[in-house]
């Protein structure tokens, strides 16, 4: 694909935040509106609830997996057919998700197609392309690219819900497959690199030891278990705040409000949070997003009304919103620019298995214990494990830069 004209490069670096920000909010609502599908699924197929929620965890995995490849391609080559590829992908999985008849299709078309194909092409290399743009405010642009993550989140459930209050579950899949190929085939098309990006990348080599005596790949580990029980006590309220709804009452309707305050709020926690980073840095921002998810998680299943649920999904979602613009600006500070896509794709990962295990143990523990609480204390028990690995990575470069300082 020949690239498109830019007359104005520098302009063009927000066009590209912008439409990172589109195409991540499309494939991240597409993937978490699954639990809006999840009473209907049970009443035509007789699926519990943990079946149903394991197909957020199939895709959510499928995704991470995928954007190790995919970090790794986009260190090589174009961003462009990458994303193009999985426009293509996350229009089919609607398709097919219309003609679904067994679990193992529902799996298939959200693991492989929606998440690893389709997520997996647009996560990893839209973060780090759009990172490549820019110098100065950095976090900035991937809080802003995050939100738009955020919205789609937000505003595609409860889209779909109402699609489906109308017309039915099979025919709204059909018709979100004809409208998300409809935007995002086209709008891949206007992806392209920054200039310059090429010799910039080989000019940056790794080095053996970086920041706080520890080498990129020691980094990486540390992230990459870290990120894990974040992303555990992160995703059981994104899988699990529209059924916990139910329990206490709530209407369909204004359940998937909490779901819209959830995402909505994080768009704010996306961009404020990614916007201090640029001043604190990216570990303190860590730090604070995911204490922030980490004290207000269990909180959830202990209210019992629309109000204090739409109060507590406000509070966590500032929170959570930092906490993976935090993870991405943590491997632009730390990392050298040639190996930027490989590692945010392995941190990305291990993120997004904490995803798919947070979605699915709560399914499971919600089935075993017979209620949410239990449920969302094992998420702020894996924010807690988190806090403690990033706190010892922030004593830990502090310390090493008090030793680099003159006496």
């Known amino acids: 694909m020949t690239p498109l004209p830019i007359p104005d490069e520098p302009r063009y670096r927000w066009v590209m935040v912008f439409i990172s920000a589109l195409m991540c909010g499309i494939g991240f609502g597409l993937l978490v509106s699954v639990t809006v599908f999840m009473k209907e699924l049970e009443a035509e197929f007789g699926w519990m609830r943990s079946d149903s929620s394991f197909a957020y965890s199939a895709g959510a995995f499928m995704t991470g997996l995928f954007g190790i490849f995919m970090g790794r391609l986009v260190d090589r080559i174009s961003v462009r057919p990458i994303v193009f590829f999985g426009a293509l992908a996350i229009g089919a999985s609607q398709l097919l998700l219309s003609r679904v008849e067994s679990l193992w299709q529902l799996y298939l078309f959200y693991g492989l197609l929606l998440g690893g194909l389709g997520n997996g092409a647009f996560l990893v290399p839209l973060m780090t392309n759009a990172g490549s743009w820019f110098t100065r405010n950095r976090g900035l ?50 992806i392209r690199t920054p200039p310059g990006l090429a010799a910039a990348r080989a000019q940056s080599q790794p080095s053996t030891v970086n920041a706080g005596g520890l080498s990129p790949g020691r980094l990486t580990a540390i992230l990459s278990v870290a990120i894990v029980f974040c992303c555990i006590c992160m995703s059981i309220p994104i899988i699990h705040v529209f059924p916990l709804a139910l329990e ?160």
Not at 365 to 388: D, R
Request: charged content about 10%; proline content about 3%.
């Open 248 to 407: 206490a009452g709530i209407a369909p309707d204004r359940a998937a409000l909490v779901l819209g305050v959830l995402m909505g709020v994080s768009m704010v926690g996306r961009v404020g949070i990614a916007r201090l980073a640029d001043t604190i840095g990216g570990v303190r921002s860590l730090l604070l997003a995911s204490g922030i998810q980490t004290v207000t998680i269990y909180w959830f299943s202990q209210m019992d009304g629309l109000e204090g649920l739409v109060t507590v999904a406000a509070m966590f979602a500032f929170g959570y919103g930092g906490v993976i613009p935090s993870y991405a600006i943590i491997v632009r500070e730390k990392i050298p620019l040639s190996h930027v896509g490989r590692v945010t794709g392995t941190v990305f990962f291990f993120g997004n298995l904490g995803m798919a295990l947070g979605g699915y143990l709560g399914g499971v523990i919600y089935v075993t214990s017979g209620g949410y609480p239990a449920a969302y204390a094992v998420g702020a028990l894996a924010g807690v494990v988190n806090l403690i690995i990033i706190g010892s990575l922030f004593l830990r470069l502090r310390s090493q830069t008090s030793l680099l300082q003159p006496a």
């Open 141 to 190: 642009a991937l809080g802003v690219v995050m939100a738009g993550q955020s919205l789609g989140g937000a505003v595609i459930p409860m889209a779909i819900r109402a699609m489906m209050s109308e017309i039915g579950w099979r025919e709204t899949y059909l018709v979100v497959g004809v409208a998300a190929s409809l935007i995002l085939i086209p709008v891949s098309l206007l």
